[in-house]
């Protein structure tokens, strides 16, 4: 069972950045994809970022794209999300999630398509 913690988040004004980072309980961590979803008041989670095993392959939500940043070190078992130009729409409770697949297919933008998540850490942007 891999436990996965987030942390980095917090309050911050309208085009500032956060950096949130996700550690893995898990040596295996290093084997399957990394995601980060988020999830606003009222709506779904939805898929923020995606990362492969090997860090080669990632995935950016379009309303991220060119703000946001995902990388892993798998020495340190940890992902990352650097988020550049945040907005009042990114307000959200962000989780951390892993894969027992190494790659990004399939389904993978969809919740159900991941097999471990973390508690979440809310990132609130004021405008």
């Known amino acids: 069972q891999v436990q996965l913690v987030e942390s980095g988040g917090g309050l911050v004004q309208t085009g500032g950045s956060l950096r949130l980072s996700c550690a893995a309980s898990?040596?295996?961590?290093?084997?399957?994809?990394m995601g980060w979803f988020r999830q606003a008041p009222g709506k779904e989670r939805d898929i923020v970022a995606a990362?492969?095993?090997?860090?080669?392959?990632?995935y950016y939500a379009d309303s991220v794209k060119g703000r946001f940043t995902v990388s892993r070190d798998n020495v340190k078992n940890t992902v990352y999300l650097q988020m550049n130009n945040l907005k009042p729409g990114d307000t959200a409770v962000y989780y951390c999630a892993a894969s027992k697949s190494r790659f990004l297919s399939g389904t993978y933008y969809s919740a159900q398509w991941w097999s471990y998540w973390g508690q979440g850490t809310q990132v609130t942007v004021s405008s």
């Open positions: 898990d040596s295996t961590f290093g084997s399957g994809a």
């Open positions: 990362i492969n095993w090997t860090g080669t392959t990632e």
